[in-house]
């Protein structure tokens, strides 16, 4: 399973790997390898070899543009993260000790964060491949701070901004999210018309309206086709497009975890007015 070519600046690949011998490459992307279950896998990053017994939930770094071979003789399950090196040239931009930064190749590392988060996209990418890039772009924004700030050869410090977003900006970005429901939103388009960095825009909207960009576009979609149910003019296969969930079974899903209900009752109780 990949993720769609839409997302931008994230891409995903969750796969059984079956026994290989990968040759010296370079990657253009920064690139984590998430472990769902263990493995031994002999690895040579930037000239350096390991023989590596990785345990579920280890991960691995390999920097891009940094050379790169792997040897392993069992099957095992990866999930593999691919990062553009130009989200994180943005990250680093917003420092305020903003300089050249690059990302140290780690070996066989424990990073809860980074395998909660690896999982958190493969389940989001099975549900709804086509209405998850609002999420990808924002997990990706998250990684790369969380990345250059623990993996990064300077630590980098940041504004912190406790007020979020303007009335103003607020306002204009949630009258473009009604305006494109039924369209597939990105991070950098929505934080484009707030002047933001996709990053900073990411915790600023969180702290005015408690939501993560995606949160907040899911519940205006749900808050949307109920409205369009009980008006009762379409069908929920229709409403489900119309307020850009990929399918009605992706409708179901979100009216009954909101509302505890589903479309279809919400249609029973307005026949029943």
Known sequence: MSSPSHWQNIELVHLLQPPHEMPNACLPLHTLIVLPSSALINSTIDGVTRQQAIAPGEMMI????????????????????????????????????CSSVELAPQFATPDPLV?????????????????????????????????LQHYGHRKLEYKQYADGLSLYRLRQVIEYIHAHLDQELGLAELAAIAHLSPH??????????????HQFVIQQRVERA?????AGQDSIADIAQQVGFANQAHLNVHIKRSFGVTPRMILEQRKNR
């Open 115 to 147: 395998h909660q988060l690896g999982l958190s996209l493969i389940s989001v990418l099975k549900q709804n491949p086509t209405g998850s890039r609002l999420y990808a772009e924002t997990t990706a924004a998250m990684l790369s701070v969380h990345l």
């Open 226 to 230: 109920k409205s369009l149910l009980l």
């Open 62 to 97: 390999v920097p891009a543009n940094i050379e790169q071979a792997a040897r392993w003789t069992t099957d095992f399950e990866m999930i593999a993260i691919e990062l553009s090196p130009s989200l994180f040239a943005q990250v680093s931009e917003d420092a305020t000790n």
């Open 200 to 213: 900073y825009f990411a915790r600023l909207f969180k702290q005015s309206t408690g939501m993560s960009p």
